[in-house]
């Protein structure tokens, strides 16, 4: 039941892997920013470190002035002191992602442009098909794949939403990530690199998409 400022956890600064990984989101959070796709202190960046802690983006901070001290260590189970600083309000959601699966370990967050708006195009699954860049997500070696992306209900009952990716999840087994309507795209990956990889493939493709349906529908 621990909470504990990144720059203030004497276990942390002699981890080196560890600060590998913190130091990824820092700049996978300044990248997406710089892109447009955390405006306004949105989204929240999370990875599981080889000790099972998560490091996760604290509340309210803009991602484009991510530093180590906008960043929270949480115990396995995310608890967070009341005390403390406040992780981010989504973490529910980033812990039941790494709960299913063992070999996951960062989960991304963004409120990305094409992620918001084709969400609201598609209320129930997003299937992606045809497009040479499917290459870029993990366990895919061709562009005749199929890969569908859950469509949520946006929620502000966190746990609810997480329980809906859980039954998803179990019903139709794993992919890359998932969208929730009108507010963005959870990725997740076996690496922070991995996660951030498959946020960009998606975004572009997800922009694709955006584009040959307004080709369709002038
Ligand atoms: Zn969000």
């Not at 996978?28 to 306004?40: H, I, V």
């Not at 983006?57 to 009341?82: F, M, N, Q, Y």
């Not at 990716?165 to 990530?177: F, I, N, V």
């Not at 584009?211 to 529908?217: C, E, N, S, T």
Request: glycine content about 8%; some cysteine; hydrophobic content about 45%.
């Amino acid at each position: 039941m621990t909470v504990t400022r990144i720059e203030r956890d004497p276990s942390y600064a002699g981890d080196a892997a560890a600060a590998g990984h913190i130091a990824e989101l820092i700049a996978a959070g300044r990248a997406f920013d710089a892109r447009g796709w955390m405006p306004a202190t949105s989204g929240n960046l999370s990875a599981r470190l080889a000790d099972g802690r998560i490091a996760i983006t604290a509340s309210g901070v803009h991602k484009g002035a991510l530093d180590a001290d906008g960043i929270l260590l949480l115990d396995p189970d995310g608890h967070a002191e009341a005390a403390g600083p406040r992780p981010s309000a989504e973490t529910a959601l980033h812990l039941t992602i790494y709960r299913r699966d063992p070999a996951l370990h960062a989960v991304l967050h963004v409120h990305a442009p094409a992620a918001t708006v084709l969400s609201r195009l598609h209320r129930d699954e997003v299937v992606l098909h045809d497009y040479e860049l499917l290459k870029a997500l993990a366990g895919i070696e061709t562009h005749e794949a199929h890969i569908t992306l859950p469509v949520f209900p946006n929620d502000q009952d966190i746990p609810r939403l997480a329980a809906r990716l859980d039954a998803w999840l179990d019903t139709r087994g794993t992919t890359h990530g998932c969208l929730i309507a009108g507010h963005g795209l959870y990725a997740w990956g076996r690496s922070v690199a991995e996660a951030r990889r498959h946020v960009e493939a998606l975004e572009f493709l997800f922009d694709c998409e955006l584009r040959q349906h307004r080709m369709q529908h002038p």
